[in-house]
C-alpha cells in the first residue's frame, strides 16, 4: 500500500485545487469540493475527468486554472522533482 501527499495549491470559494505526490504525468490538477470532482491537464487544459460539475461550473474551473496555470505548473514541477 502507498500513501499520496495531496497537497493543496490553491483554494478558490470551496474548490481545493490539489497536487498528489505519487501522481504520474503529464502535469494536472485536481480540482475537488463537495460539488464534485475535475482533473484537468496543466499545459492543454484538457479536462481528463469530470463528475459532479455542470458545463458551466466547468468553464469556470478551466478558466481559474488558466488564469493560475504558472503557479500551478511550478507547483507540480516542485513537487515532482
Known amino acids: 500500500m502507498f500513501y499520496a501527499y495531496m497537497g493543496t495549491i490553491l483554494v478558490y470559494r ?8 505519487k501522481d504520474h504525468p503529464p502535469a494536472h490538477i485536481h480540482a475537488i469540493s463537495p460539488k ?11 479536462c481528463f475527468f469530470c463528475r459532479g460539475y455542470s458545463e458551466r461550473d466547468l468553464k469556470r474551473i478551466i478558466n481559474l486554472v488558466r488564469e493560475k ?3 500551478l505548473l511550478e507547483a507540480w514541477h516542485e513537487i515532482h522533482s
Do not use: P, Y
Open 14 to 21: 470551496n474548490i481545493r485545487f490539489v497536487i498528489h505526490s
Open 36 to 46: 464534485g470532482e475535475a482533473k484537468i491537464e496543466l499545459e492543454s487544459l484538457e
Open 69 to 71: 496555470q504558472d503557479i
